[in-house]
């Protein structure tokens, strides 16, 4: 059974840090690349990193690149995604993503100002 466990949420200061984890179950971790999405209320859902199988390879949008940071470990089957000097509108449910395979529940961000 696929599963995603992440974890790593909670509250945070304007121009704080935050890391979020994701093991990953059910299924070859290492046959596929990593994503991480992140929608806010009343917006559209946004990928913010993703990383190649062996995690040699990422890719960022505008908006978070030079602050996030995704990794991964293939032997714990787990994905990281380390965000600093994170903003008010950073806030958001963090997801992580498996393309074809599946997503977690989600865990939410919140950034006081």
């Not at 995603?4 to 909670?10: A, K, M, Q, R, Y």
């Not at 917006?43 to 390879?57: C, F, H, I, M, P």
Request: some cysteine; hydrophobic content about 30%; charged content about 15%.
């Amino acid at each position: 059974q696929v599963q995603f466990l992440e974890s790593g949420g909670g509250l945070v200061q304007s121009g704080g840090s935050l890391g979020l984890s994701c093991v990953a179950l059910g299924f070859t971790f290492s046959d596929y690349a990593m994503n991480w999405y992140r929608q806010a209320p009343g917006k559209e859902r946004e990928l913010v990193a993703t990383n190649s199988r062996a995690g040699d390879n990422t890719v960022y949008p505008d908006s978070v690149h030079g602050r996030f940071t995704i990794s991964r470990d293939n032997v714990k089957n787990t994905a990281y995604l380390q965000m600093r000097n994170l903003k008010p509108e950073n806030a958001a449910v963090y997801y992580c993503d498996v393309t074809q395979i599946g997503r977690g529940q989600g865990t939410q961000v919140t950034v006081s100002s």
